[in-house]
């Protein structure tokens, strides 16, 4: 298996944009074969410090967004020649409303499963 991780600053005035455009690339990938997960996360929460999570605490909600809005994408395929060919329909079909809503280019994070 492949798997894209990707990390996405967007504008905080983007957000119901982005979010809308999130939900039509998920469909899309997965109507592509060889697609076998999607996910969109929006980050909501972040640790005290490390001393919190050794201490067992839950993470803090965030309360407000400064700057950015942070999002993250996780994707699997069945491997990285899908993914060339998802990425590059994807980037033909969405890379212009993508962005409109960035800050700054993605973080991209490729590899394959270990376990």
Known sequence: MFNEI??????IEKQDEIETLMKEVAEFYLSQPDVIEVKYIKRTHRQEDFNAVKEGKPPVRLTRYVGKV?????WSLENEEAHAKVSKLGLEKFYKRW???LTTMPKILLGENIV
């Open 6 to 11: 990707c990390i996405y600053e967007a504008k």
């Open 70 to 74: 942070t999002y993250m994408l996780y």
């Open 99 to 101: 962005n409109r809503c």
